[in-house]
Structure formats: C-alpha cells, structure tokens
C-alpha cells in the first residue's frame, strides 16, 4: 500500500523560504512520476513541479526560478524546495505519484497522468504567505 505524508509547511513573509518534505513507501514503480501540487481556497487545484524517475524535473509558469522540486530516492522522500514566496502562492501543497505505464511525459500539468486511477496523493501541508 502506498503512503505520502507531506510536512514542512508554515507561515512565511512575503520573500521567505520553505522546504516541504514528503515521505512515501510501498511505491515501488518501475517507473514513475512524483509530483507537488497546491490549491488554494475557492480554486482549483494546480501542479507546480514535477520529477521523472531520471531526475527530470518541469514547473508550471508561475514559479520557475523559485521554486526546485528534487527527491532523494535512499531515503523515498521528495521535496519542494521554495523561495521568494509571494501572498499568491498561499494554499495547501499535496505530493503524489503515479506509475508511468506508456510514454506519458512527466510534467505537472499532464492530465493523462494526474487523472490515473492508479495515483496516489498526500494529506497535503499549509503554506500561508503573509505580504
């Protein structure tokens, strides 16, 4: 059975930094897609980065060059590693995974994926950034 289970969330200023952890077992996936997303009240929910198996990494638009998603595969955790934290990135972050079964391309935004009845998803962890 495959858990996440995200921390390091928190309350910030605006221009702050934080590093969200997010510890998982039981995927043991030939090869997979890892993933962080945040929602925010009254929106949808938005993925922010993503990490191939191989270590390729994508980011939505909005926050390239702040945000670096990495993941140390000794210890199964991934992380979000965010900084120059603005008010509009306050929501609730979810890590999740999902077995790449085709030649699905591992980006946040790719529906194919994130749809997939096989993914699993986090509890999720408060970011609140205050300006």
């Known amino acids: 059975q495959v858990h996440l289970v995200e921390s390091g969330g928190g309350s910030v200023q605006s221009g702050g930094s934080l590093r969200l952890s997010c510890a998982t077992s039981?995927?043991?996936?030939?090869?997979?897609?890892k993933a962080w997303f945040r929602q925010a009240p009254g929106s949808e929910r938005e993925g922010v980065a993503a990490i191939s198996r191989d270590g390729e990494t994508t980011y939505t638009d909005s926050v390239k060059g702040r945000f670096a998603i990495s993941q140390d595969n000794a210890e199964n955790t991934l992380y979000l590693q965010m900084n120059s934290l603005k008010p509009d990135d306050t929501a609730t972050y979810y890590c999740a995974v999902v077995p790449v079964l085709g030649e699905e391309y591992c980006h946040p935004s790719s529906t194919t994926l994130w749809r997939s009845p096989f993914g699993h998803w986090g509890q999720g962890t408060q970011v609140n950034v205050s300006s």
């Open positions: 039981g995927a043991t996936y030939s090869n997979y897609c």
